[in-house]
T-cell receptor, first 112, second 114 residues
């Protein structure tokens, strides 16, 4: 079945850029998402990209999609301590019911 | 902004007891989901529900689990006889229409089985 992989930890200094990477196996994935989870909280949709796009920018967030390599990345510019959280990559295929398949999450630690 | 509401936020139950987790999806949404996250692990799909029936379920969703939309607004997940390994955060989500990215997740119910 579909698999989504992420590295587990990333540590950056405040003000630096963060890049969180994700790989997936199903080339027919239609929507690809980034969710943020703060401690004890739910899943907050940060951004998403449709599979026919290469890039999407939304304020400090830039999503890059390389369909050939099945690689998705999330860049956070000017990372702040408030960005410290777990970031989940997720993919869905609306031809297969639209359920989300999540990666294991990347814990981003931002040091002042 | 419309929200998906889950209750309770935390439930502790004895092993072997039945629990019902409740969700109120966004009112004009048509697709409903339950996911779970065991502490420190991936968020896993459990079940999807559309048009008053299960549309897809995962291997995790065995005979101990059931879902219901009893009154057109609530969406419930029942675990008949809880096991220690059912301890997890359970998330409800709803989605408006087919082929729409617009998932909205609730804030979750933390289930602790002792």
């Amino acid at each position: 079945g579909e698999d989504v992989e992420q590295s587990l930890f990333l540590s950056v200094r405040e003000g630096d850029s963060s890049v969180i990477n994700c790989t997936y196996t199903d080339s027919s994935s239609t929507y690809l998402y980034w969710y943020k989870q703060e401690p004890g909280a739910g899943l907050q949709l940060l951004t998403y990209i449709f599979s026919n796009m290469d890039m999407k920018q939304d304020q400090r967030l830039t999503v890059l999609l390389n369909k050939k390599d099945k690689h998705l990345s999330l860049r956070i510019a000017d990372t702040q301590t408030g960005d410290s959280a777990i970031y989940f990559c997720a993919v869905s295929n609306y031809n297969q019911g639209g359920k989300l398949i999540f990666g294991q999450g990347t814990e981003l630690s931002v040091k002042p | 902004e419309p929200e998906v509401t889950q209750t309770p936020s935390h439930q502790v139950t004895q092993m072997g007891q039945e629990v019902i987790l409740r969700c109120v999806p966004i009112s004009n949404h048509l697709y409903f989901y339950w996911y779970r996250q065991i502490l420190g692990q991936k968020v896993e799909f459990l079940v999807s529900f559309y048009n008053n029936e299960i549309s897809e379920k995962s291997e995790i969703f065995d005979d101990q689990f059931s879902v219901e939309r009893p009154d057109g607004s609530n969406f419930t997940l029942k675990i008949r006889s809880t096991k220690l390994e059912d301890s997890a955060m359970y998330f409800c989500a709803s989605r408006k229409v087919d082929r729409d990215y617009g998932y909205t997740f609730g804030s979750g119910t933390r289930l602790t089985v002792v």
